[in-house]
């Protein structure tokens, strides 16, 4: 790859990569911690909704004085806050809405565009993806963060002649958490919210994470991003550790616990008794690959892979992400070598509102990791097919009919403004699916 040689011709050159940043919240300060020490790279503009709180976590993470001085602090992402050219637009917000907004902006004025905010690419990925293209730019997954790893392990599989059984994330999940609120998910995790506000941790986004809501998106990222399938029922999240892995994440015909093979999943780290599982998986990536014959099988055996009981399958993962600190890898990939590390290649997977509990007619949605719906991973085939409402556009919707728990809000079960440009656009993605 040679990555860091082609930082150093840029950095030498005092020409370096200028970035804009949107959204300067956990994962932005993580990524502006590594600027000061970052050759080759400049952010020239970091968009927050309070400026003045984005200018205060530059200087917590290390920035002087003086580079936050020469650094454009705005509100508004327009021409007349952006008076200095941009090679690549990083959009960190996690507003679903306003990602897409702010990608067609990047792709407009000829940007490439590092998409952290996944719920805005699964909402309309494969039509910003198809934007860029044909712009002769890059619209890339974030390095560092779940779906972009995965995605790295499944193209190592890949390349090196493995056909892929499973891909995906740990996390930390039991089924009673579907129901999770704002008001519960400290006590998952054992925070009071005192304790909470004190870390700035914002209580819907973290429900979000623990409802299964973000598992499903990451999933659907990746399955778009890879060609695999989405689980017909969504995710089983089945407890799993490193050791188990090729066990667990096969098909159930074979002893394990997938539909079929070529299928992304997401592993809990606790057993169904809330007891953790051994050596988990809760903030690291995996890929399951199966041999192409005995002579491959053996190779496994010889060289200390875990396998199955078989010995045909094994699993290779990685047991970290450090999300922003390694956002510099797309960075450059799309800047320097034109390459996305990991991008929307199609429209297989979609994530659709499903009713936490019953839900009554005249009760306004609050969007992901509220009180009223999570989202629920399914393929795309048959999203389309019940018509159900993708998460990523629920917020504020009124329900015109009563919803039972468990039940999934169809876009007939609403009331929606049509002439919004969100769902022009999303609704164009889905034409495009159809007709290909």
Request: glycine residues 10%.
């Amino acid at each position: 790859m040679f990555l860091y040689n082609a930082i150093l011709e840029r950095a030498d050159a005092n020409n370096p990569v200028l970035v804009c940043l949107i959204g300067a919240g956990k994962f932005g300060a993580m990524f502006l911690s590594q600027v000061p020490t970052t050759p080759g790279l400049e952010v020239v503009a970091i968009i927050d909704l309070e400026p003045d709180r984005a200018k205060r976590t530059c200087l917590q993470v290390g920035w002087s004085a003086d580079l936050i001085a020469r650094t454009t602090f705005s509100d508004d992402l327009n021409e007349k806050s952006l008076k200095q050219p941009i090679d690549v637009m990083v959009e960190a917000t996690g507003n679903p809405v306003a990602g897409v907004s702010h990608a067609l902006f990047s792709i407009k004025n000829g940007w490439h565009t590092i998409m952290v905010n996944v719920e805005a690419d699964v909402l309309a990925g494969a039509h910003l993806s198809k934007l860029a293209q044909s712009a002769g730019l890059v619209y890339s997954m974030a390095y560092g963060d779940q779906p972009a790893l995965t995605c790295e392990l499944v193209e190592w599989s890949r390349s090196i002649g493995f056909k892929v059984v499973a891909a995906g994330k740990g996390t930390k999940f039991l089924p009673e958490y579907h129901s999770s609120t704002p008001d519960t998910v400290w006590d998952y995790y054992g925070l009071n919210s005192t304790e909470a506000a004190n870390a700035g941790m914002n209580s819907q986004m973290f429900n979000s994470f623990l409802d299964g809501t973000k598992s499903g998106l990451e999933m659907a990222a990746i399955a778009n991003a890879t060609n695999l399938q989405a689980p017909e029922d969504g995710l089983l999240f089945p407890p799993a550790g490193v050791d188990e892995l090729a066990n667990v994440l096969k098909p159930k015909s074979m002893g394990g616990s997938l539909e079929r093979k070529g299928q992304v999943e997401v592993v809990s780290s606790l057993k169904r008794d809330g007891r953790s599982v051994f050596r988990d998986l809760r903030w690291g990536v995996y890929v399951v690959i199966e041999a192409t014959n005995d002579y491959t099988a053996g190779c496994f055996k010889q060289y200390g892979m875990n396998t199955d009981e078989s010995g045909r399958f094994s699993a290779m993962y990685k047991p970290f992400h450090l999300i922003g600190l390694e956002l510099n890898i797309s960075i450059f990939s799309a800047a320097l070598l034109n390459k996305p590390t990991g991008s929307t290649q199609a429209f297989k997977a979609d994530v659709i509102a499903t009713a936490k509990r019953k839900l009554t007619s005249g009760e306004v949605l609050d969007g992901e990791g509220g009180y009223t719906v999570w989202g629920k991973l399914v393929s795309a085939k048959k999203s389309l097919a019940i018509g159900g409402i993708p998460i990523g556009v629920t917020n504020g919707l009124k329900l015109k009919r009563t919803i039972s728990a468990g039940s999934p809000v169809l876009w007939s079960d609403i009331k929606f403004d049509n002439s919004l440009e969100i769902l022009k656009i999303r609704k164009n993605m889905e034409n495009d699916f159809k007709l290909g």
